[in-house]
T-cell receptor
Framework: AQTVTQSQPEMSVQEAETVTLSCTYD???????LFWYKQPPSRQMILVIR??????QNATENRFSVNFQKAAKSFSLKISDSQLGDAAMYFC?????????FGQGTRLTINP | GAVVSQHPSWVICKSGTSVKIECRSL??????MFWYRQFPKQSLMLMAT?????????EQGVEKDKFLINHASLTLSTLTVTSAHPEDSSFYIC?????????????FGPGTRLTVL
């Protein structure tokens, strides 16, 4: 069975600083994909970044990057130069066996 | 990215009545659609997966007779909550994927808030 664990229910960071959100996963699939989604107060799910498990290189999207440690089954998200608009719930997710499984979420607060 | 819409965005109904929620893919063919439920301050929980023209596959613990899913076309899926009760009040989110294009990414609708009185 797939499981995704986010051990940080809440995180806060000063504006312009860097923050890292943790995520671990467990899957029996050899081919899978990992995602970070952002859910602002509007509750619209927004894809932040994705990583194909077969790629060794960590994905990067502007201020967002991941640290993908396949052997450790770890997939953390780093947000650089945090902005007020980054405040939201962040969900880590694993797509394996055609099913997208989400972690519990981390609420990120940006302090001005 | 691709756009998925949901209608209505918010619905209030009386206990015992049925409510239908629509999910549409606006600019792509959604061969596979997914329905999630999200309770306040919780994560998204997959309820069911549907492929166009086939019966939906429900997750363990989800009553298929209570949550009727129809995916009759490549752009429309509906979720009907039958005989709704207050405990069915939740935020329902659909997502869609064009499986035939070999694309694994899912595109999410804006969600529907259901309140059962």
């Amino acid at each position: 069975a797939q499981t995704v664990t986010q051990s940080q229910p809440e995180m806060s960071v000063q504006e312009a600083e860097t923050v890292t959100l943790s995520c671990t996963y467990d899957t029996s699939e050899s081919d899978y994909y990992l995602f970070w989604y952002k859910q602002p107060p509007s509750r619209q799910m927004i894809l932040v970044i994705r990583q194909e498990a077969y790629k060794q290189q960590n994905a990067t999207e502007n201020r967002f990057s991941v640290n993908f440690q396949k052997a450790a089954k770890s997939f953390s998200l780093k947000i650089s130069d945090s902005q007020l608009g980054d405040a939201a719930m962040y969900f880590c997710a694993d797509l394996g066996a055609q099913k997208l499984v989400f972690g519990q979420g981390t609420r990120l607060t940006i302090n001005p | 990215g691709a756009v998925v819409s949901q209608h209505p965005s918010w619905v209030i109904c009386k206990s015992g009545t049925s409510v239908k929620i629509e999910c549409r893919s606006l600019d792509f063919q959604a061969t596979t659609m997914f329905w999630y439920r999200q309770f306040p301050k919780q994560s998204l929980m997959l309820m069911a997966t549907s492929n166009e023209g086939s019966k939906a596959t429900y997750e363990q613990g989800v009553e298929k007779d209570k949550f009727l899913i129809n995916h009759a076309s490549l752009t429309l899926s509906t979720l009907t909550v039958t005989s709704a009760h207050p405990e069915d009040s939740s935020f329902y989110i659909c997502s869609a994927r064009d499986s035939l294009a070999g694309d694994y990414e899912q595109f999410f609708g804006p969600g529907t808030r259901l309140t059962v009185l």
